[in-house]
């Protein structure tokens, strides 16, 4: 089988994170999946939400949105209709969810990691996107708060990465599905996963269609094997930051 | 292995599906679903969003409030904060799609089915018994629709029911979790199927923890299970309405 | 003369006061008035607004909404339009302020009493109603606070219930006006009077039309007739609460 | 009995209304009532809302605002704020019912006269000299109407004026209040009444208080000897307008 | 060259300031040039916002609103819109911006100066009207606020006026536009010069349309002119309070 | 003089135009002057805004906004606060004005050009870097509009760019200030042209300051040198459509 961009099923999409992409934030890289192309921040904020104030544990929490152009038709701002809409709420929650997976709050200490995504251009897949180079980010920003917070412990605790699989034309079980095959797919599931290959979250919808429990177990394999390409993607961003990743501070190499 | 309610790990909470709740509405329930209890009703409008005017296709949409005293403390209702929190966009979106995948939507013509969930008291899973609920509530408002305006099928075309299943304590899997499970939960997984057992939804979300495939597969076998129970209640509280669903006008009995 | 549902011109409609509706709120009743049904609840919050902090006194303030189907037609929820409408802040303060009049605010201490009432059907006098079942709801709370906080006096000092009436068929005064009487209704009055018989509020308002000196004073009669009934409901509801009302703790009965 | 600021108990504060008091509108005035200034204008607009297109009747609406500093302290502006508040909904919906009670919607045809009312100098009673302004500009709006559009009768059927009353120490029935006594005054009577001595609305609250029915009709009678009064101004302001209210066109004189 | 309302190309409309125009604020005038009209008032504040607390330096900030019908067609109010027009912000920024240019703000101490600008008649020219008188109010307040608080210095530095000019009919330079020939200006500046003779700001705009370096300055020669005639209506208005502008108190005479 | 990055007085930063920075839009840049980069879309749209409906003639219309850690500090989205700040607002009511007055709206036929600018990283001079971007997509965008809608005459006229001047450390005026430079000047003064060196806007501000008529002829001539360079980026930037600006169709080359 090959797909109208000549992919195999089980291919991912060329993937590519340049790091250090933006000169402010302590953590930046812009992430490009195929066409899909986002510009992830990490900044570290020396406080809490009120609910953890006194607790000693921090927070991670994402945002996330599109340029309006980064679609085929423009798309109207937020900022200018004055509210978020369902669909942006749900990702940031997604992706804030997701990476607090792999973070040690306490070890983090009483202190916030804003995680910003900005879709600059979108070809399906943004929320996944978005989840496996914020990790980059937020690594990197870890990395900076050891080295000038004296930390004991590197806050992250594994490895993270997202990607899309889906069932396109009846019964094709498709691995990083682009716009048109996500427009197309009767079945879409996102699935986030840890490098050592447990779940962080399993998002499986029909849309105006159902999927079976064979279905369920084609796409969730395929999903695990694409992941693993996205943990290489993101040690080689890292660089010498990827062996910290679960260590004590002076433990890694 | 027994739960602090007494509950077997694969046992759902006591069900009660209401009828005609309401005076107004096409069709009303109240749902309790142990502690949990969600008033869903069904209305029809003739008319649909704009991307579908001309269609000849219809649409069914739904909205979640909870009252302010649903829940243990007091939340503040969120027409007086002026907007719609992340959670709540999260579900409705969520139960809109699950309704619309055992909708034939055109068969429904160009109306709207607004379906309202409104939870008058929480002990967890209520977006679950939220999509229970409300699929008899609009499955009523179709039976009226039907004899009203002599559409040629019914436009449900299967069941669909949701609980939740969850880990707690570790490793043990459970059915149909209540608030204080919920909240001790390492792993929450929402499950929606159809009377045929296919899936609609899977969401599984590892809060600040990650779940194995072996997981995974217990939590959808134990959902399964459980939906099966909550189809048998949905049967009697409809009666000879259940009949017709998935079938042409005439064709069901 | 009798009225479309038979009652007569002086007759309230059937009125039933649940209590210990729903199992979180410190008070919370269902209060139904023939068709019109409001889940009222009372909250204790040990804090107040900023302009009473430090005076020693305390707060009673109340929400109103309408669930979207409580009406025949489905109204749009006031979170998703993003604003409260003037009737809902109008009918809010309303409440809000009644119960102010029958609260000893020093005796209250430094707390916040929170009334909501949600309308879950709607037919007519749901201000009323919701004044009359809120008043059971804030003294059901008000007796648990006494219990858990030592409070030395009863901070309710008196009854307090409300009713409307109003002018059909141009020269006709009615007690209790349903839906139907009330949209037709040329004028309409809502009276709030204590349990001494004393006035709270007094609305009257011609809708496009206008009242006499002398229809005031039968409409005034015709409500302090039914406000003595509906203490009774209330007296019934609350049980050995009703003589705690008015007086220092200890003294009753 | 004499007042703080030697006023007589039924005695009014000096009253004023200057007409064409700008130059754009339809009809303006600036009343004072003491130091309460209130600029007043009406704006007949050849469309209505929604719920009365084709129905061949017109409507009239009103807003209310203050400046900030008509206050002793700085308000915030609503506008900044992104809201109306309740005070602010209550009194504009008071204002347009009560100016409704006296037009005739059908006469008007299907035109909406909008009506601003803004408070730029508060020393209490702005809502009912709001009312007793309004009238005035209304009235100077229709005529211009009259004579553009060839209505066949002048849609205004009748005078409209307002006043307050109330309780203060303890048991003083007084007329007119201003803001020291307003703010001291244990209930507080809103009264319109048009010129054929018809109540439009009447509204008595007691502030944190109660009020008997005797104290009722106390009120009632000071406040339909203060409107008389008002009467006479808003005839003198209107001069030759004034004989055309309640007359076919043409008739008058 | 004549203008349409007989002034010369240079020539000012006629000004009036009445100072004490309110009795609540601290410094309140009526502005009018030609037929616009401004209310302007200086509010005192003890505190700063949070950028500048504890720096022992005070602020300045504005804000701007024109009633519905200060214009020949009704304006709908920001505040029913629930937000500020970009206009609106725009003029605020530019009068606060403005004020503190000649505004000691360490002379001033931790105090906030409120300055609102709300225009009741609008014939062109609004803003720098409310510049011009805006600069009378805050003066009057500062006047109260150092006998009132021992100030060392008079806050306020020097005079400040406001005037737009333009070209009209394709090539003349024009002093204080007028509604009219503002909205058929090919370009417009508006000029904020000090009592010194310096700029605070200068905005020359095209409107569709560009102007050429010997246009600016002849419009800059001509807002000069204008504006020095500004100054000695303020200083008229401000009676013995001019002479302590700008300096130390007790020095002034 | 040299300055802190070593730049003489009157030397632009590094400036780079990329064009075709995006796949979707109709025209789109990333502008880069030193640090600031933006990227600039240009979305043609067939249809006008209502006050254009049926003229015949098109609108340009502009939005601004900058990704949260384009900055050294996070700013809050705009979309998360719900509203835009007042500062977003005038820039984005800048560009939309400076961009039309190089547009032949008629030519344009009832058509509307959205710009979007979206500032990914800055360091001073975003708002003219804007324009300066803004002016390329749109010309590009305009290109392919005319190429698919037969348009007579291309519906740029002349070029255009911006750039920002100022007085810093008291007396040296200089070209293109960066972001230290700009927070610590004393007069600010953007200034856009076309490329018949015509003004399109010149908006000079003292930041608590004030400037002579000197230091603005001085300012001016620095723009103007300034933005001469600004268009030999843009002309290599659009390559051969550069020579279609002010041409009917078929004329250029």
Chains 1, 2, 3, 4, 5, 6 share one sequence.
């Not at 510009?39 to 009120?50: G, L, N, S």
């Not at 000038?148 to 599905?177: M, R, W």
């Amino acid at each position: 089988m090959t797909r109208h961009d000549n992919r195999l099923g089980n291919e991912l999409r060329p993937v590519k994170i340049e790091t250090e992409y933006l000169i402010h934030p302590e953590g930046s890289v812009l992430i490009s999946v195929g066409n899909t192309k986002v510009i992830c921040t990490a900044t570290i904020e020396d406080r809490v939400p009120p609910f953890l104030r006194g607790s000693g544990k921090g927070w991670v929490t994402a945002e996330y949105s599109m340029l309006p152009r980064a679609t085929g038709q423009r798309t109207q701002r937020e900022a200018t209709r004055g509210k978020l809409g369902g669909r942006t709420m749900e990702i940031q929650r997604l992706i804030g969810r997701a990476l607090r997976a792999v973070t040690d709050l306490e070890a983090l200490g009483e202190r916030t990691i804003w995680v910003d995504c900005d879709v600059i251009q979108a070809d399906g897949g943004t929320r996944t996107a978005s989840i496996t180079g914020a990790f980059v980010a937020m690594a990197m920003a870890a990395d900076k708060m050891v080295q000038q917070h004296d930390l004991k412990k590197f806050p992250i605790t594994d490895f993270l990465a997202a990607t899309s699989v889906g069932v396109i034309e009846e019964d094709k079980l498709v691995l990083d599905l682009n716009y048109i095959e996500d427009s197309a797919a009767a079945v879409d599931m996102n699935v986030v996963m840890t490098g050592q290959g447990a779940f962080v979250e399993l998002q499986g919808t029909g849309e105006e269609a159902t999927f079976t429990r064979d279905e369920m177990n084609g796409l969730v394999s395929l999903a695990e094997a694409g992941i693993e390409q996205l943990f290489l993607h993101q040690k080689e961003a890292l660089g010498s930051i990827a062996e910290r990743i679960g260590k004590e501070v002076g433990e890694e190499g």
